[in-house]
């Protein structure tokens, strides 16, 4: 009667100790849905005025960027110019820098690159456009850039639009990518 007891005891014990397990898993999942609702598409590091900028296409710009630079830079800093895009092509357009994409292709072509990427190529008209503005008396109007409509993945940091800058400080629950991808390098 002993045993009948006993395991009567653990059958009740489990059933008392699953409700609390099942409303844990349903905040969970409902926190999942809430965040999924509001967070971007898997694959997207940012949407710029309604255009995605992938992240293996922000990882493959920045990696070949790395081949060619002579100073590295990090996916969040390739994303930050990438996001000023829009602004920095229309105040380049203006003051007339006028090289095109083929120009940039080519450029990079010839530091190495066999096949740049698109946002490789973007990202270096942004830096151009950049360092050429001062030397013609020109500015980007700090305005404009905190109007564009950005929408940054967490992984990536977050939009200042004060700034027009990519804070590079993910939550504290999301691996950086700069981690994760060292982290992948050492087991290699």
Do not use: K
């Not at 969970?28 to 309604?50: F, I």
């Not at 740049?116 to 830096?127: I, K, Q, T």
């Not at 008396?137 to 200042?160: C, F, K």
């Amino acid at each position: 009667m002993d045993a009948v007891t006993d395991s009567t005891r653990m059958t009740r014990a489990r059933g008392r100790a699953l409700p609390p397990v099942r409303r844990v898993v349903a905040v969970v999942t409902a926190g999942l849905l809430l965040l999924s609702g509001c967070a971007m598409d898997a694959g997207t590091a940012a949407t710029v005025e309604g255009q995605e900028i992938s992240e293996s296409g922000l990882h493959e710009a920045t990696r070949q960027f790395n081949q060619i630079a002579q100073q590295p830079v990090t996916p969040a800093q390739v994303l930050e110019v990438l996001v000023q895009l829009p602004v920095l092509d229309e105040v380049g357009d203006q003051a007339g820098v006028d090289f095109t994409d083929d120009e940039y292709r080519n450029a990079m072509v010839e530091a190495g690159l066999s096949d740049p990427h698109p946002l490789a190529v973007d990202f270096l008209r942004g830096l151009n456009i950049q360092n050429t503005l001062p030397q013609l008396g020109e500015e980007v109007p700090a305005e404009a850039l905190a109007e564009l409509d950005v929408q940054l993945n967490p992984r990536y940091g977050s939009w200042d639009p004060e700034s027009a800058t990519v804070s590079a400080d993910p939550p504290e629950w999301i691996t950086p990518v700069e981690e994760e991808q060292a982290s992948g390098e050492d087991q290699r």
